[in-house]
């Protein structure tokens, strides 16, 4: 899959995206085009198996394609119910499970095991990576 900027369309792979964060002209890489999914698409059990399943298509053509289902298993390493809500009709994943108690260790967990993954494959020295994730706030003291 292909990534455009918001912007001015410049087109990348997702290793650069991933690595840059933000298009040189500042704006967000977003797909060049979305998936469609239908239920059925859906077959794995744990919630790192189905978001292989999800992930799969914007990971297509990458060179961290065959490390997603590594990525996943690492970021997603803790619990995250799903809660039933009303009568099996409604139901939310509790997201707040992880280290930080914030919804946002998902997301910043799949990014760093990305990031992790990245690095050799555009860095020839072995330097160490450092991520360092911050909360805008708005969510609590996370």
């Known amino acids: 899959m292909r990534y455009l900027s918001t912007r001015n369309r410049e087109e990348v792979g997702l290793l650069h995206a991933v ?5 040189a002209d500042g704006g967000l890489f977003v797909p060049k085009e979305l ?11 744990t919630l790192a198996e189905i978001a292989v ?8 053509g990458s060179e961290l394609r065959s490390d997603l289902p590594a990525i996943c ?3 997603l390493d803790f619990p995250v119910p799903l809660r039933t809500l009303v009568a099996n009709e409604l139901s939310v994943l509790e997201l707040f499970h ?10 910043a ?12 494959l555009i860095a020839s ?5 450092t991520i360092l994730v911050a909360t805008s706030g708005d969510t609590g003291g996370a």
Request: no cysteine.
């Open 98 to 107: 992880g280290p930080t108690a914030a919804f946002k260790d998902v997301g």
């Open 125 to 129: 020295d072995e330097r160490p990576l």
């Open 53 to 60: 399943e999800l992930l799969t298509p914007f990971f297509e």
């Open 109 to 120: 967990r799949f990014l760093a095991a990305t990031m992790e993954r990245a690095l050799p």
């Open 73 to 75: 298993n690492d970021a």
């Open 35 to 45: 998936p469609r999914f239908k239920p059925d698409d859906f077959r794995g059990e």
């Open 19 to 23: 690595m840059h964060g933000l298009a």
